[in-house]
């Protein structure tokens, strides 16, 4: 795989109605790729089959859904049917999502997440190659043969990938990574380090591997833009499985005064403990300028793919129910500013 850099957007938060629009808009201005993520209001593979309806260049990538969603062999069909119905522009991302997600949306038990992933990707891609799929995991198993032709070139399949050992499987077994909330010294320190290993366990290097995160974005005329960013450094910094990224980044003590803070409810306490360079440190936000060096610093500490993924400025919300105290007022969403970072993101990285 060459080791090119390319720029995606996420449409996170995107409603349906403006998704065709905000896709052309992109394909237009020469973004690679556009990730959707499956979460509480909407799957993943429709959506991306109106982008594929809409388009004809942009890659479709799912950015993420969850491996206890779907049957390996239900998954392997969704997905060889957005890559048919997209000529071949196809990526699939793929998480074994948070315990929250796992137990209440789908009501699994993941005792074991890395074998349940390892167990899951293998059976995928017996699926995806045309095999008769007969197997017994310990978490999964199949008795399948899909009928259509598949796919060629393969799908590549991407692992969202945070901890060390799941990056370690993920430089194993996978085609790409998809982190969130990386800054440059976590890609560095421990992102590149545990990709690496998992890569020589499979005779691979890192080249072979597609290096991507997702990465927030408020982009404003002036610099506000690290401002207006800072509930979303207060949500992933009050999740405990984030901890590390904060640590590593020399954010650990504020993280954690963040943690107690909103588990008091004192989101205003929290929200002042932040300052402009821990916004700095893990979001591409403030003026064009900035961010087009902050893209350019992150592909220079590793990375191959960045999704941009523009957010409502000076909002946060929950990722599950119960991550904030039901006392705390969660901002109202609004449509327009929404809207407006994201086409001031596709504006700023048009090319």
Request: aromatic share 8%; with cysteine; hydrophobic share 40%.
């Amino acid at each position: 795989m060459d080791k090119l850099t390319q720029l995606g957007i996420s449409a996170t938060r995107l409603p349906l109605a403006q998704l065709p629009e905000v896709a052309v808009s992109a394909e237009r201005a020469g973004f690679e790729s556009i990730w959707y993520p499956e979460i509480a209001s909407t799957d993943a593979f429709v959506p991306l089959t109106v982008v594929a309806h809409h388009t004809q260049r942009i890659r479709l990538a799912t950015g993420i859904v969850g491996i206890w969603s779907r049957s390996p062999s239900v998954m392997a069909l969704s997905a060889a049917t957005l890559n048919h119905v997209s000529h071949g522009r196809f990526k699939l991302g793929l998480s074994r999502q948070n315990r929250y997600a796992v137990e209440n949306w789908h009501g699994r038990k993941s005792e074991d997440p890395l074998r349940a992933v390892r167990e899951y990707v293998g059976i995928l891609r017996k699926i995806l190659a045309g095999e008769s799929v007969a197997e017994e995991g310990v978490d999964f198993r199949t008795n399948f043969q899909m009928f259509a032709p598949p796919p060629e070139p393969p799908i590549p399949i991407y692992l969202a990938a945070l901890g060390p050992k799941m990056l370690q499987l993920a430089g194993e077994i996978a085609d790409g990574i998809f982190g969130a909330f990386y800054s440059e010294r976590y890609i560095k320190d421990v992102v590149l380090p545990n990709l690496e290993i998992g890569a020589k366990r499979a005779g691979r290097s890192l080249n072979d591997i597609d290096i991507g995160s997702m990465l927030h974005s408020v982009i404003t005329d002036d610099d506000s833009g690290l401002e207006l960013i800072k509930g979303q450094i207060m949500s992933f910094s009050s999740l405990p499985h984030y901890a590390e990224i904060f640590r590593t980044t020399g954010f650990g003590d504020q993280a954690q005064e963040i943690r107690d803070l909103v588990s008091r409810g004192e989101v205003e306490a929290a929200l002042q403990t932040i300052d402009d360079e821990m916004a700095d440190s893990f979001t591409i936000s403030g003026s064009p300028d900035h961010a087009r060096k902050r893209v350019e610093a992150y592909f220079s500490a590793g990375l191959n793919t960045i999704a941009l993924q523009p957010v409502c400025p000076g909002t946060f919300s929950p990722f599950y129910k119960g991550q904030f105290p039901e006392s705390v007022r969660i901002p109202e969403f609004s449509l327009p500013d929404f809207m407006a970072v994201v086409q001031r993101t596709i504006d700023c990285f048009a090319v």
